[in-house]
């Protein structure tokens, strides 16, 4: 999901790749690969996809809200079997004809078309904030899962996200939350241990901050809501993050959790 985002390509700086927002539009509901003005969101995205992997190694996976369909295929890079829905059909159908190894299908998070018990891991990364009724999906995700399975989800951090506000800035979330609420909405839908962690700038990211009116964020949002040129220094600069510039710290260690941009929970069924 990317935060803010231009309309769609015709907003692409020229020295971007539009080919691929051909083949799935960007709206700002989603991120998608392979475009540099994207590629800050997309990078902050695919971080938490590359460091949780390992948790899926042999294992049976859902994507629950599986958007381009990119995670879902790193996934399946390790994982025994991976299975990804989304309720969108364009995505549905861009994710089955490019990623072949993923079994997609369309169907509602809310009515999860699995058996109880039948997946080892479920993911769900940046689409819990985007759900009308949050404690329905999560307590799917706990249908679905065999005992002990893993929930493996990120979103926001509200406090950092939507700051000051009691309702989201961006127009496709319904609900953000902060860390305990995320771990109570967690807990009450059935599962057991909860670990937190956060994710936040890393050192080159800390200094591309600094570059630019001390936030990077910032710089794209302002541009993107005023329909503004990109300096070619953002420019150069968003185009260069990779997902080693970003930091997952547990909660409880050196950063404080409300600090985090976004939030990564890892729970275990009850």
Do not use: K
């Not at 809200?65 to 025994?80: F, N, P, S, T």
């Not at 929930?151 to 406090?159: A, E, F």
């Amino acid at each position: 999901m990317s935060a803010f985002a231009p309309d769609g390509p015709d907003r692409i700086p020229a020295d971007s790749s539009a080919e691929a927002a051909a083949v799935l539009t960007l709206t700002g509901e989603r991120t998608i690969p392979d475009l540099d003005i994207e590629n800050y969101w997309f990078r902050r995205h695919e971080v938490v996809y590359e460091r949780l992997a390992p948790r899926c190694a042999g294992r049976e996976v859902l994507e629950a809200g599986c958007g381009e369909g990119y995670g879902a295929d790193l996934i399946a890079g390790v994982a025994q079997r991976v299975i990804a829905v989304d309720y969108d059909e364009s995505a549905v159908a861009h994710v089955r004809a490019r990623y072949p190894r993923v079994e997609v299908m369309r169907a509602n998070l809310a009515e999860l078309p699995l058996p109880d018990a039948s997946v080892d891991v479920v993911v769900n990364f940046q689409v819990i904030e985007h759900l009308w009724d949050q404690g329905q999906f999560v307590r799917e995700c706990a249908r679905v899962l065999r005992p002990g399975g893993l929930l493996m989800m990120s979103t926001p951090n509200r406090i950092t996200f939507s700051p000051g506000r009691d309702t989201p800035i961006n127009p496709f979330h319904t609900r953000e939350l902060n860390a305990d609420e995320l771990t109570e909405l967690l807990v009450d839908g059935g599962f057991g241990e909860v670990a937190m962690s956060g994710l936040f700038h890393g050192s080159r990211l800390q200094e591309m901050d600094a570059r630019h009116g001390g936030s990077i964020i910032d710089a794209q949002i302002e541009r993107a809501v005023a329909d503004a040129p990109w300096p070619p220094e953002l420019v150069a600069d968003v185009a260069a993050v990779t997902t080693a510039d970003f930091d997952l710290v547990r909660a409880g260690g050196e950063r404080h959790i409300d600090d985090s941009l976004d939030l990564v929970a890892i729970a275990v069924r009850a």
